[in-house]
Protein backbone atom coordinates (compact mmCIF):
# COMPACT_ATOMS: atom_id res chain seq x y z
CA UNK A 1 0.00 0.00 0.00
CA UNK A 2 1.11 3.31 -0.48
CA UNK A 3 1.86 5.31 2.36
CA UNK A 4 -0.19 8.34 2.83
CA UNK A 5 -0.20 11.93 4.42
CA UNK A 6 1.61 15.33 3.97
CA UNK A 7 5.63 15.04 3.82
CA UNK A 8 6.20 17.75 5.30
CA UNK A 9 3.66 17.37 8.20
CA UNK A 10 4.88 13.76 8.72
CA UNK A 11 8.49 14.92 8.77
CA UNK A 12 7.31 18.26 11.22
CA UNK A 13 5.84 15.66 13.77
CA UNK A 14 9.03 13.59 13.54
CA UNK A 15 11.05 15.98 14.65
CA UNK A 16 8.56 17.03 17.26
CA UNK A 17 8.89 13.67 18.24
CA UNK A 18 12.67 13.59 18.03
CA UNK A 19 13.12 16.79 20.43
CA UNK A 20 10.93 15.08 23.13
CA UNK A 21 13.19 12.03 22.94
CA UNK A 22 10.84 9.84 21.42
CA UNK A 23 13.80 8.04 18.49
CA UNK A 24 10.87 5.30 18.20
CA UNK A 25 8.12 7.38 16.78
CA UNK A 26 10.33 10.08 15.15
CA UNK A 27 12.21 7.19 13.15
CA UNK A 28 8.38 5.65 12.26
CA UNK A 29 7.40 9.41 10.94
CA UNK A 30 10.26 10.42 8.95
CA UNK A 31 10.17 6.93 7.41
CA UNK A 32 6.68 7.40 6.57
CA UNK A 33 7.70 11.07 5.25
CA UNK A 34 10.48 9.82 3.48
CA UNK A 35 8.67 6.40 2.06
CA UNK A 36 6.45 9.68 0.15
CA UNK A 37 8.93 12.22 -0.91
CA UNK A 38 12.29 10.86 -1.21
CA UNK A 39 13.75 13.94 0.92
CA UNK A 40 17.19 13.91 2.35
CA UNK A 41 16.15 15.56 6.14
CA UNK A 42 13.69 12.85 6.41
CA UNK A 43 16.52 10.55 5.88
CA UNK A 44 18.65 12.46 8.06
CA UNK A 45 15.89 12.51 10.66
CA UNK A 46 16.01 7.93 10.55
CA UNK A 47 19.87 8.04 10.93
CA UNK A 48 19.78 9.96 13.72
CA UNK A 49 16.77 8.50 15.05
CA UNK A 50 18.22 4.91 14.65
CA UNK A 51 21.33 5.98 16.67
CA UNK A 52 19.62 7.15 19.31
CA UNK A 53 17.46 3.63 19.45
CA UNK A 54 20.57 1.85 19.60
CA UNK A 55 19.20 -0.02 16.34
CA UNK A 56 22.57 -0.43 14.34
CA UNK A 57 20.76 -1.84 11.04
CA UNK A 58 18.29 1.07 10.58
CA UNK A 59 21.51 3.24 11.34
CA UNK A 60 23.14 1.99 8.40
CA UNK A 61 20.85 1.58 6.28
CA UNK A 62 19.91 5.38 6.23
CA UNK A 63 23.40 5.68 5.93
CA UNK A 64 24.18 4.32 3.06
CA UNK A 65 21.56 6.75 0.91
CA UNK A 66 23.08 9.60 2.33
CA UNK A 67 25.21 11.46 0.39
CA UNK A 68 29.05 11.44 2.32
CA UNK A 69 29.14 15.22 4.03
CA UNK A 70 26.25 13.95 5.66
CA UNK A 71 27.12 10.55 6.44
CA UNK A 72 30.28 12.07 8.10
CA UNK A 73 27.68 14.22 10.31
CA UNK A 74 25.59 11.12 10.71
CA UNK A 75 29.16 9.02 11.37
CA UNK A 76 29.87 11.18 14.78
CA UNK A 77 26.56 11.04 16.09
CA UNK A 78 26.27 8.01 15.97
CA UNK A 79 30.01 7.07 17.37
CA UNK A 80 29.04 8.73 20.41
CA UNK A 81 26.01 6.12 21.12
CA UNK A 82 28.63 3.71 20.10
CA UNK A 83 27.47 2.19 16.47
CA UNK A 84 30.20 2.25 14.07
CA UNK A 85 28.70 2.61 10.29
CA UNK A 86 31.56 2.08 8.07
Keep these: TEPKGDPRVLLDDARKASLANNAT ?13 KNVAALQ ?34 AEKGITLE
Design 25 to 37: MAYELAKKSYDID
Design 45 to 78: LMGVSACKMGDHNKAKAAYKKLEASRQKQLQVMC
